[in-house]
Structure formats: C-alpha cells, structure tokens
C-alpha cells in the first residue's frame, strides 16, 4: 500500500508565508508527477502546482510568483513554499503523486494525501 503525509498547515496573516510538506511512503516502484491541489469551502478542488520526476513544473495562474514547487526524489517528498499569502489562498491542500506500485501488476493509480488546512487573515 501507498501513502501520503501531510504537514505544514496553519494559519497566517495576509502576506505571510507558509511551506508544505507531503511524504510518500510504501510499496513504491517509482513516482511520476507530484503535485498540489486545494479545495476551498463551496468551492471544487483546483490544481495549485505539479512537478514531473524531471523537474517540470506546472503552477496554477492565481499563484505564479507567489507560490514554488519542489521535490526530492530521493525523500520522495514534495514541497510547496508559499509566499505572500491572500485570503483567497485560504483552502484544505492535498498532497497528489502518480505512483507505480512495486508489489503487484503493472500499472500506475493517483494518490492523495489527508489534506492541510491554511487559512490567511486578512
């Protein structure tokens, strides 16, 4: 089996920075994208940031400058910096990764992780 954790969520003022963490562990052959997506209240669950294994990134519009994607391969962790936090930026954030299993046939499924709250103040 396959999981992602989470850490890094809290609560900051409008401006303010926050970093997330999410760590896959278990029978892992190996990881392809690695991103984050989020869900405000009312709201449908939106991509924020992907990273492919080789470094390719992909950011959602609302947060290009602001927000940077990261990983280690060889943690198998991806990261998300996010700066100059908005109220707007407030949502649950879910960790994502495709992953190869290393037990059982071929083929890849999507992960999630538990979800991060971040909540900004204005």
């Known amino acids: 089996q396959v999981q992602l954790v989470e850490s890094g969520g809290g609560l900051v003022q409008a401006g303010g920075s926050l970093r997330l963490s999410c760590v896959a562990s278990?029978?892992?052959?190996?990881?392809?994208?690695m991103g984050w997506y989020r869900q405000a209240p009312g709201k449908q669950r939106e991509l924020v940031a992907l990273?492919?294994?080789?470094?390719?990134?992909n950011y959602a519009d609302s947060v290009k400058g602001r927000f940077t994607i990261s990983r280690d391969n060889a943690k198998k962790t991806v990261y998300l910096q996010m700066n100059n936090l908005k109220p707007e930026d407030t949502a649950v954030y879910y960790c994502?990764?495709?992953?190869?299993?290393?037990?059982?046939?071929?083929?890849?499924?999507?992960?999630w992780g538990q979800g991060t709250q971040v909540t900004v103040s204005s």
């Open positions: 990273m492919s294994s080789r470094g390719i990134t």
């Open positions: 278990g029978s892992i052959f190996s990881i392809n994208v």
């Open positions: 994502n990764a495709n992953i190869r299993e290393s037990i059982g046939s071929g083929g890849s499924h999507d992960y």
